[in-house]
Each structure stands twice: as C-alpha cells, then as structure tokens.
C-alpha cells in the first residue's frame, strides 16, 4: 500500500518526529509518495556522495586526519571521540562472511551513534586503498586494514568543508528513514 502525503500539516506532523532531521522544503514534497521521497537517493545523487566522499578524505589525508583499521579507530574512538568527524566501514563481498569483522562493525557503529558521530558504509576496499595511498601499503609491505576509516577535524581549526556537510546530510536523512548507515558505492577508476 503506498500513503500519499495529504497535505502541509500531515508532512509537517511526519518529520517532527525525528528530531534529526534537517529542513525540509516542504513544497517539493506536498502529495509525494513513499517512493518517490525515498527516489531522493537516485544513482545520480550517490555519484555525487562517492565523489564528496573522495574530496573528504582526500582533504582529511593532506592534513594527516585520517586513522585507518579496526583496532587503530577503536583505540582512537576510545581517546577522543568528540574529534571524530566521520567513520567508513568498508567491506567487499568477501569481508560479508567474516564473523569477527562484523562483531566489530556493529560495536563501533554502537560506539558512533552513541557519541553522536556520522557513520558511512562503503563497498569498494580496493578503491578507498586507492584515494588513501595508491594501494595503502604499511611498512614491511602488509596492506593496511582499510575496513574502518576514521575522519578526525584537524587540531588547529574547525573544519568547514562543503564535501563534508553533503555526507553529513546525508547521514542525518537516512537516519530519518531508518537507514542508520548509508551505503556508498565508490566506483572504479
């Protein structure tokens, strides 16, 4: 069954109850669908998310605000989460069946919305290896463990990147759907 937004008031009424919620221009939504206030997160707009994701990270790295690996974040959560601006979980197909892995994602995802920290999923390892070092190798040549991904604010500003409050609002919109972590596709280059 679809419900249709009947009018101001009833879409008013409906995102009062999330209290996360950004504003939400009203007149774009006025006898909208469920589906189609959900098409808000076409292929078209998710391009445009992986691509400020990139800028972000890409930004955070050239001012040394990036931890990379499970245990690296957690240890850092731990520290400092009010410096903690964004977490990546990042997994490919074969990471999925990984019990332990899991475990940890879903500890460090209750971490972040415990502490209020905006959190991201992403799907393509290989390719955040790429945005974050040209393969990401540790020293002795071991691959870092790229599945969690902390973006930290630099020390000595706040932080005020345009790229960094799009992946924000989207954070904030999905959780107002009850996508707590919104999966970004990050496509090969």
């Known amino acids: 069954m679809i419900k ?12 009062q109850y999330c209290s996360v919620c950004v504003t ?4 774009c939504m006025y006898n909208m669908t469920f589906e189609e206030l959900n ?3 076409s292929q078209e707009r998710m391009d445009t998310m992986a691509k ?13 605000c ?3 690996g499970v245990y690296e974040a957690a240890k850092s959560l731990n520290v400092d989460p009010d410096n903690v601006v964004l977490c990546i979980l990042a997994t490919d197909d074969e990471d999925v069946k990984d019990v332990a892995l899991q475990i940890h994602f879903t500890l ?3 971490f972040c919305c415990e502490n209020d ?4 999923r992403v799907n393509n390892t290989r390719r955040l290896a790429e945005i974050l070092d040209g393969g990401a190798k540790q020293t002795g040549g071991e691959p870092m463990d790229l599945h969690c991904v902390l973006v930290t604010s630099p ?3 706040s932080w005020k990147d345009p790229a960094l409050s799009k992946l924000n609002r989207l954070c904030r919109e999905s959780r107002c759907m009850d996508q707590w972590v919104p999966i970004i596709n990050l496509p090969e280059r």
Not at 117 to 120: A, K, Q, R, S, T
């Open 108 to 110: 460090i995802q209750a």
């Open 66 to 68: 990036i931890t990379v």
């Open 117 to 120: 920290i905006n959190i991201l």
């Open 4 to 15: 249709t937004v009947s009018s101001r008031e009833d879409t008013r009424i409906a995102h």
């Open 52 to 64: 400020a994701l990139e800028e972000v990270l890409t930004s955070a790295l050239s001012q040394g």
């Open 24 to 27: 939400v221009d009203l007149d």
């Open 155 to 157: 020390p000595s500003s």
């Open 39 to 41: 098409a808000d997160y």
